[in-house]
């Protein structure tokens, strides 16, 4: 599918360097997106010419300690696998959720993470699933509404689900029935979609979601501009995104940039979203430009 380019204010502003990198990732498979280095290159849009290398080091001496301990011990079952990722996550290099500042923005933002070792359910997720990948192990992130968890499976089928926040603990139904519940209401009920497992582009849009969120909740729209943005370089068809970007330009008085992205938005977004409305939208912003 043709996308119309991302003319933006942030992909001019970005150094090109930066700008190439999250290119690249919209041009690979999905599966071949690495999710730990993807989340550092965005991180670094917020930490212009540091240097990503220490970084991307510990996420190979993460990856060494889970192979020493998997060499040391059965991980023959999915249990035996959460229980070497707790270990080596949560006990050695001391990973944990961050309850006491939980809205803090350093939670979404993953050298910071790193610097702190501590974050939110997504960001902590994406470095559990960068640990137990390395190994070769199956294992997905799941699209469980308002907290992040991740699915382990062994090769005979055997699986479980486990908590990153929560220092990587196994998640049991009643578990997820009583935290689906904390999140959503006594009414909710699990069903089969919040097992489905999602792709690493949508993982990645899930933890930029929460950084455009801190800044929205902060007046600062157009710092959440550049990060719907930012992800439009690393996901071009992702229609939401030009939705939000161009609502968000509208919102700011860049009715052009507001009208091609909307536009694109309409190219993009399925049946059944609201293209009624956003058509609607489109028609007062040329009346507005003509």
Known sequence: MSVSPV????ATTLPSPLRTALASLAERPDEDICLADAALVLASCTHPGKSLEPYREHLRAIADSLRDAAAAADNDTAADRAGLLRAVMAEHWRYTGDAESYEDPQNADMMRVIDRRRGLPVSLG???????????WSAEGLNFPGHFLIRLDNDGGDRVIIDP?????????A???????????????????????????????????IVKLRHLE???FDRALETVEQMLLV?????????????????????ERALDHLDTYLTLAPPGTDRDRIEDVLHELRHRLN
Do not use: C
């Not at 006594?186 to 930029?208: C, D, K, M, Q, S």
């Not at 068809?237 to 919102?251: C, F, I, K, P």
């Open 7 to 10: 003319t933006t204010t942030i």
């Open 126 to 136: 994406i470095l559990y699933l960068y640990a137990a990948r390395s190994q070769g």
């Open 165 to 173: 926040f929560h220092d990587g603990q196994i998640m049991g139904v």
């Open 175 to 209: 578990d997820l029935r009583a935290l689906l519940k904390a999140l959503s209401g006594p009414a909710a009920e699990l069903t089969p979609e919040f097992y489905t497992a999602v792709g690493n582009r949508e993982i990645l849009v899930r933890l930029h979601n």
């Open 218 to 220: 902060a007046g600062r």
């Open 235 to 255: 996901a071009p068809t992702d229609h939401r995104l030009w939705r939000e970007a161009g609502l968000m330009h509208m919102r700011l008085g860049d009715l």
